[in-house]
């Protein structure tokens, strides 16, 4: 079985199905424990990647709320249930509402 410690530096072809699965049968505290015996530098590379990956899955959820949120909007001023106005005045109730 690849140690958690060793499979962070490999590339991802090296895994066939077997290895993946085994180190996915890792509990959490196992890895952590693993993750935390890497030297200072593996252990930044790592916290890195696993913010991103969580940023992904954040972006995609964020990017859908809003496409909902325009499609809401877009549907509101076809409907007439709310009026538009030209850029230049909404900047200026903008920097009217924030001066006070």
């Known amino acids: 079985m690849i140690s958690f410690k060793h499979a ?15 180190v ?5 505290e196992q890895i952590a424990e693993e993750a935390l015996a890497l030297p200072s530098e593996a252990r ?6 696993l913010v ?3 940023d992904s899955v954040e972006d995609e959820k964020i990017h859908r ?12 001023v076809r409907s007439g249930r709310v ?14 509402a924030v001066a006070r």
Do not use: C, H, Q
Request: positive net charge; without cysteine; aromatic residues 10%.
């Open 83 to 96: 009026k538009t106005i030209p850029g230049d005045e909404a900047l200026k109730r903008v920097r009217k």
């Open 65 to 76: 709320l809003w496409a909902a949120e325009a499609l809401r909007r877009r549907d509101e």
């Open 8 to 22: 962070l530096f490999l590339p991802v072809e090296f895994f066939n199905r077997a290895a993946y699965f085994s």
């Open 44 to 49: 930044v590379l790592l916290a890195d990647r």
């Open 52 to 54: 991103e990956s969580l």
């Open 24 to 28: 996915m049968s890792l509990s959490v």
